[in-house]
């Protein structure tokens, strides 16, 4: 991730919602933050547009209808915190820890979440017109409706989410984990899921959300022997 020369630096400074309108001056536009805390904040409804924030943490941080577009974030710790109804819109993330995260009715357009951790992270009526995610981890998440209609799925563990209603039609999954995952509603015809672990799936399951999909003669046996039939 490179930024640029001109970004006016912050660092190591623990920064109340009242030190940072005045840090800012207008909107987050050339401004980076390292190495800072602003962990209990409330600090909903700023403009923090094109900010960049590297190993910052934001435990339990308001940033409910914040506008956070264009911003990038490397390494940071935002557990529990609010996103909810914030502009994301071509945001990227970055090898952070967002477990336990709201990002409910939050704009998604476009944004990108790399190597991040965001188990348990809410997504209810997200705006997600070409969010992405590779390689994070997703266990137990609120992905219900979101579309991955024909990504490439890089190594997403999926594992107890619930995601109903999902598309992932015409999807390729490299590596990662549907392990008792909710599908209901979901749909993958055309998906290519013969990489992905499929643990705890049933055949019931399988014909209710994967017809037209292809799986392996393994993963096929392994289905079958949910029901005590044996693949010779």
């Given at each position: 991730?490179?930024y640029p020369?001109?970004?006016?630096?912050?660092?190591?400074?623990?920064?109340?919602?009242?030190?940072?309108?005045?840090?800012?001056?207008?909107?987050?536009?050339?401004?980076?933050?390292?190495?800072?805390?602003?962990?209990?904040?409330?600090?909903?409804?700023?403009?923090?547009?094109?900010?960049?924030?590297?190993?910052?943490?934001?435990?339990?941080?308001?940033?409910?209808?914040?506008?956070?577009?264009?911003?990038?974030?490397?390494?940071?710790?935002?557990?529990?915190?609010?996103?909810?109804?914030?502009?994301?819109?071509?945001?990227?993330?970055?090898?952070?820890?967002?477990?336990?995260?709201?990002?409910?009715?939050?704009?998604?357009?476009?944004?990108?979440?790399?190597?991040?951790?965001?188990?348990?992270?809410?997504?209810?009526?997200?705006?997600?017109?070409?969010?992405?995610?590779?390689?994070?981890?997703?266990?137990?998440?609120?992905?219900?409706?979101?579309?991955?209609?024909?990504?490439?799925?890089?190594?997403?563990?999926?594992?107890?989410?619930?995601?109903?209603?999902?598309?992932?039609?015409?999807?390729?999954?490299?590596?990662?984990?549907?392990?008792?995952?909710?599908?209901?509603?979901?749909?993958?015809?055309?998906?290519?899921?013969?990489?992905?672990?499929?643990?705890?799936?049933?055949?019931?399951?399988?014909a209710q959300?994967?017809?037209?999909?292809?799986?392996?003669?393994?993963?096929?046996?392994?289905?079958?022997?949910?029901?005590?039939?044996?693949?010779?």
């Amino acid at each position: 991730m490179n930024y640029p020369h001109t970004a006016t630096l912050h660092t190591h400074r623990t920064l109340a919602r009242a030190e940072l309108v005045a840090l800012l001056g207008g909107d987050g536009d050339g401004t980076r933050f390292e190495a800072c805390a602003f962990d209990g904040e409330d600090l909903s409804g700023l403009d923090l547009r094109g900010a960049q924030f590297v190993d910052c943490t934001f435990s339990k941080t308001l940033l409910e209808k914040c506008n956070l577009s264009r911003t990038h974030w490397l390494g940071c710790k935002a557990g529990e915190a609010s996103f909810h109804l914030a502009d994301l819109t071509d945001a990227s993330l970055h090898r952070c820890d967002l477990n336990n995260t709201s990002w409910v009715k939050t704009k998604l357009a476009s944004a990108k979440f790399v190597e991040v951790k965001l188990t348990g992270a809410q997504f209810r009526e997200a705006r997600t017109l070409g969010l992405t995610f590779h390689e994070s981890v997703l266990v137990g998440a609120d992905l219900k409706g979101v579309s991955f209609r024909k990504q490439t799925i890089e190594r997403l563990n999926f594992s107890d989410a619930d995601l109903g209603g999902c598309d992932f039609r015409d999807a390729v999954f490299e590596g990662g984990s549907l392990r008792n995952a909710n599908l209901k509603n979901a749909r993958f015809e055309g998906a290519d899921l013969r990489s992905v672990d499929l643990g705890g799936l049933t055949v019931t399951s399988l014909a209710q959300s994967f017809k037209g999909s292809v799986i392996s003669q393994e993963q096929a046996a392994s289905l079958l022997s949910g029901l005590g039939v044996k693949v010779i």
